[in-house]
């Protein structure tokens, strides 16, 4: 990834500006798909957001764990967010008697 800092395109029709800072893989555990993390920092600041290309749902949950903080202070903060949650709600799941499986991550329909 180009790590030049980019400054805001001045038009008041453009906002939401972002950069995309890196992109990350993991897998959780023993299911294999590929879970992906696109991190960006705002043009107008130092406060990073994600989006990422699955959630998890396990039969524990009535809907699936979404990251919705939008104001990170570092990529960091982002990435352990994300995982941390998803970690979590597959070792709970786990520990309840549930086997693992790839039904547990639904795809966003966001993420390209």
């Known amino acids: 990834m180009n790590n030049a800092k980019l400054r805001p395109l001045?038009?008041?029709l453009i906002t939401?500006?972002?950069q995309?800072?890196?992109?990350?893989a993991f897998c959780l555990n023993d299911?294999?798909?590929?879970?992906?993390?696109?991190?960006?920092?705002?043009?107008?600041?130092?406060v990073f957001s994600s989006e990422q290309s699955h959630y998890i749902q396990t039969p524990?949950?009535?809907?699936p764990i979404?990251?919705?903080?939008d104001d990170h202070p570092s990529v960091e903060a982002c990435?352990?967010?994300?995982s941390?949650?998803?970690?979590?709600?597959?070792?709970?799941?786990?520990?309840?008697?549930?086997?693992?499986?790839?039904?547990?991550?639904?795809?966003?329909r966001d993420f390209n």
Request: without cysteine.
């Open 10 to 12: 001045d038009n008041a």
């Open 16 to 18: 939401y500006q972002r």
């Open 20 to 24: 995309l800072v890196t992109e990350v």
């Open 31 to 46: 299911i294999p798909t590929s879970i992906r993390v696109r991190v960006y920092r705002a043009l107008d600041g130092d």
């Open 60 to 63: 524990l949950q009535s809907e």
């Open 66 to 69: 979404f990251e919705v903080a």
């Open 79 to 82: 990435l352990l967010a994300i």
């Open 84 to 108: 941390h949650s998803m970690a979590e709600e597959y070792q709970r799941a786990e520990a309840a008697g549930h086997t693992p499986s790839e039904n547990w991550l639904l795809p966003s």
